[in-house]
């Protein structure tokens, strides 16, 4: 399973070091040496040290670390903004490493396109000129770039600002030109290091939604630089750590979530807003006592007695659920010996077995019953208690 | 006490002087023809200035003052003191005098421009040119205006050609130093932006790091005119005619009404230049930073 996935970009023992005595130095950082050793040793620092990954078509790959991690330099790299001291940089198996110059402008042009923390727009130049920069320096005839530009304008919401300089913009469109200016080339991999860092906090919710929607959209491979964990698990398929240059763990946010690495990946994961990694099926839990719709009261109270529960859900014979029944309406059904059907209440509160924590957390607030947890037929999951919410947040 | 501890002893005496006389003097007889083509270059340049200036009537030249200003500066009161302190230069009945004096500065200043833009670019993008230039620059910056009118006169002559080369090179150092300070100073992520598009030097240079640096570039351009207008009264000490030549006639005569009106004159011109030229770039700036 593990052999059939799509890799465009592989990154393989990457290392970026800066001074002088640089061989020296990877020859202690071989041995294991430590960061502050070898900068002590050879004056040489290791900005990305051993760093390998891979990133699937079509998906997103979260690189995050505090500043100095390295991670700036590691997607640097990848379009030789930087060059590397040792290690492979493969798209699509090529290596980037061995491109020559003119393949290199062309690898630039085509394939890999980048955005930048503070926008990189250039002043001289309207919002059109900006977006349709990449194309100009491919050669493509005035007409035709200009028509591709207000096409992507159009597509990140910024028609009618073509004539703007990016100076008159907020922060938020300024980033879109960004971006708009990355896409106007179609690129394969998009390289977005920090994009929303420079934005405050409620235009960063909406760009790194549309950002989701505009790779949903375009089907684009997206290597994506943060420091922001939260942001991380928010837009990350996968997710790489980095620490002092190396990368300590990589793995979906749940993964990470329940199995960090080491101390260091749970410290980062706990400043995180749980409610936005885990789903309901990840607390969910199984409900002590079920009752079926042709069970009758007498069956239906000794079951709730025997868990020591004051209502119970109530499926039907395809585990499809019905409603609840709580103990007062099955004793009243008992006193007057009629089926438990009309006493179910049937107005409760279901949530998807997919959904986020934090979504569901108005509909635990409001419910006096613990939440069902149903997939797409109906069927019931498990339930989550209220304090399952609250307790799974700690 | 031995007289060496007192004074500077004469034994240790290097003559530098009479090995630059015998350079300038061989290149001065070896380069003639050299020599020649630049008088003629440059005396075809200064007369076609001065024909374009002189055919500006007086009056399109307070007009298009006036304007300027009021587009530039958007300050109408300032516009009509500046059309009024150009007026007074004729009233002072030295028009003609300033017409010459500005075509000498203007074709100072396209050389400068047209020999320090290129040096600028050239000595940005490489660290080995900048430490050849810099240590030169600083030396051309801290000489006496007065010595590059020896070199001028001994190899072209005394005149307005002569003028023209000292007031070039005395005033070409902000021109290099800023071009390459601009350019160097560009927004790393701009240039970054620039090539991970894929631009190529040349393109990064064109389309991005020059337009980019082009303020700060003006404002070396502002100053290289005001240097070149600086040497106006000094180069008329080798023959330069226009507003210098009439403060130095005021000087040798003890003339000091005529001296002072001339130098109220080029101070009136120096004013009007300055501001307009920045008023140009400081938009140009301004639109950078401005609303942000």
Same mark, same amino acid.
């Given at each position: 399973m593990a052999r059939d996935k799509d890799i465009v970009l592989e990154v393989k023992n990457l290392y970026k070091l800066y001074g002088v005595n640089r061989n020296a130095a990877m020859e202690l950082l071989k041995k294991g040496a430590g960061r502050s050793e070898v900068l002590k040793q050879t004056g040489v620092t290791a900005a990305v040290n051993n760093v390998s990954f891979e990133v699937e078509r079509g998906k997103i790959f979260v690189l995050i670390g505090l500043s100095g991690s390295g991670k700036s330099t590691v997607v640097r790299c990848i379009n030789m903004l930087q060059n590397p001291t040792a290690g492979s940089i493969l798209f699509e198996g090529q290596d980037v490493r061995k491109l020559k110059k003119k393949e290199l402008l062309d690898f630039r042009r085509h394939k890999v396109s980048m955005v930048f923390q503070n926008y990189g727009l250039m002043s001289h130049r309207d919002v059109l000129g900006n977006v349709a920069y990449g194309l100009e320096v491919r050669g493509v005839p005035?007409?035709?770039?200009?028509?591709? *530009?207000?096409?992507?304008?159009?597509?990140?919401?910024?028609?009618?600002?073509?004539?703007?300089?990016?100076?008159?913009?907020?922060?938020?469109?300024?980033?879109?030109?960004?971006?708009?200016?990355?896409?106007?080339?179609?690129?394969?991999?998009?390289?977005m290091d920090e994009p929303f860092s420079a934005l405050d906090p409620l235009v960063r919710r909406d760009m790194q939604f549309e950002l989701l929607t505009i790779q949903r959209k375009m089907n684009k491979t997206i290597l994506f630089i943060t420091h922001d964990i939260d942001?991380?698990?928010?837009?990350?398929?996968?997710?790489?750590?980095?620490?002092?240059?190396?990368?300590?763990?990589?793995? #979906? *946010?749940?993964?990470? #979530?329940?199995?960090?690495?080491?101390?260091?990946?749970?410290?980062?994961?706990?400043?995180?807003?749980?409610?936005?990694?885990?789903?309901?099926?990840? /607390?969910?839990?199984?409900?002590?006592?079920?009752?079926? /719709?042709?069970?009758?009261?007498?069956?239906?109270?000794?079951?709730?007695?025997?868990?020591? /529960?004051?209502?119970?859900? /109530?499926?039907?014979?395809?585990?499809?659920?019905?409603?609840?029944?709580?103990?007062?309406?099955?004793?009243?059904?008992?006193?007057?010996?009629?089926?438990?059907?009309?006493?179910?209440?049937?107005?409760?509160?279901?949530?998807?077995?997919d959904a986020l924590l934090a979504d569901i957390m108005p509909q635990a607030a409001r419910t006096r019953f613990p939440l069902a947890v149903v997939d797409s037929e109906g069927h019931l999951e498990g339930i989550i208690s209220k304090a399952a919410v609250l307790s799974s947040l700690t | 006490m031995p007289n060496w501890i007192a004074s500077f002893p004469d034994t240790i005496k290097i003559n530098i002087a009479t090995p630059i006389d015998n350079f300038v003097e061989y290149i001065n007889v070896n380069w003639r023809p050299f020599f020649d083509g630049i008088k003629t270059g440059l005396l075809g340049l200064l007369n076609g200035v001065y024909a374009v200036v002189e055919f500006i009537p007086w009056w399109l030249l307070i007009a298009i003052v006036f304007a300027l200003t009021w587009l530039l500066m958007k300050k109408p009161l300032r516009a009509v003191l500046y059309a009024v302190l150009m007026l007074l230069i004729g009233i002072l009945g030295l028009w003609s005098y300033m017409q010459l004096t500005l075509s000498i500065?203007?074709?100072?200043?396209?050389?400068?421009?047209?020999?320090?833009? &290129?040096?600028?670019?050239?000595?940005?993008?490489?660290?080995?040119?900048?430490?050849?230039?810099? &240590?030169?620059?600083?030396?051309?910056?801290?000489?006496?205006?007065?010595?590059?009118?020896?070199?001028?006169?001994?190899?072209?002559?005394?005149?307005?050609?002569?003028?023209?080369?000292?007031?070039?090179?005395?005033?070409?150092? &902000?021109?290099?130093?800023?071009?390459?300070?601009?350019?160097?100073?560009?927004?790393?992520?701009?240039?970054?932006?620039?090539?991970?598009?894929?631009?190529?030097?040349?393109?990064?240079?064109?389309?991005?790091?020059?337009?980019?640096?082009? &303020?700060?570039?003006?404002?070396?351009?502002?100053?290289?005119?005001?240097?070149?207008?600086?040497?106006?009264?000094?180069?008329?000490?080798?023959?330069?005619?226009?507003?210098?030549?009439?403060?130095?006639?005021?000087?040798?005569?003890?003339?000091?009404?005529?001296?002072?009106?001339?130098?109220?004159?080029?101070?009136?011109?120096?004013?009007?230049?300055?501001?307009?030229?920045?008023?140009?770039?400081?938009?140009?700036?301004?639109?950078?930073?401005?609303?942000?």
């Open positions: 005035r007409e035709e770039r200009e028509a591709r *530009a207000h096409e992507i304008i159009d597509m990140v919401g910024l028609s009618g600002w073509e004539k703007k300089n990016p100076s008159e913009l907020s922060g938020g469109m300024r980033q879109r030109v960004g971006i708009a200016r990355a896409l106007a080339n179609d690129p394969d991999v998009l390289l942001e991380a698990f928010k837009l990350g398929d996968r997710i790489g750590i980095m620490r002092d240059g190396q990368l300590i763990q990589v793995g #979906t *946010a749940e993964e990470m #979530t329940s199995n960090p690495a080491d101390e260091y990946v749970r410290d980062f994961i706990d400043s995180a807003d749980r409610s936005r990694v885990f789903c309901a099926k990840n /607390v969910m839990e199984t409900p002590s006592s079920l009752i079926r /719709v042709s069970d009758g009261a007498t069956k239906a109270l000794s079951a709730m007695r025997r868990s020591g /529960v004051s209502s119970s859900y /109530v499926i039907d014979e395809k585990m499809v659920l019905v409603g609840i029944l709580t103990l007062e309406d099955a004793m009243k059904a008992k006193a007057e010996n009629t089926p438990i059907a009309q006493y179910i209440i049937q107005d409760i509160e279901r949530v998807a077995p | 500065v203007i074709a100072a200043v396209l050389m400068a421009i047209i020999i320090g833009f &290129p040096i600028g670019v050239l000595v940005s993008t490489s660290n080995h040119a900048n430490a050849l230039v810099r &240590p030169i620059l600083d030396t051309m910056q801290t000489m006496p205006s007065f010595v590059y009118l020896i070199p001028a006169v001994m190899l072209l002559g005394i005149g307005n050609v002569p003028a023209i080369i000292a007031t070039t090179i005395y005033a070409i150092p &902000p021109v290099i130093r800023m071009t390459n300070h601009g350019i160097r100073h560009v927004d790393k992520e701009v240039v970054e932006a620039a090539q991970s598009f894929g631009s190529t030097r040349w393109q990064t240079l064109v389309k991005v790091q020059i337009p980019q640096a082009m &303020p700060t570039i003006m404002a070396g351009l502002n100053q290289t005119i005001m240097m070149a207008l600086s040497m106006v009264v000094t180069c008329s000490l080798i023959g330069a005619r226009g507003l210098g030549h009439e403060v130095v006639i005021g000087i040798n005569r003890l003339e000091i009404g005529r001296g002072f009106t001339a130098g109220l004159c080029v101070v009136i011109l120096a004013v009007i230049i300055d501001r307009l030229t920045q008023g140009i770039y400081k938009t140009e700036a301004g639109d950078d930073h401005g609303k942000g």
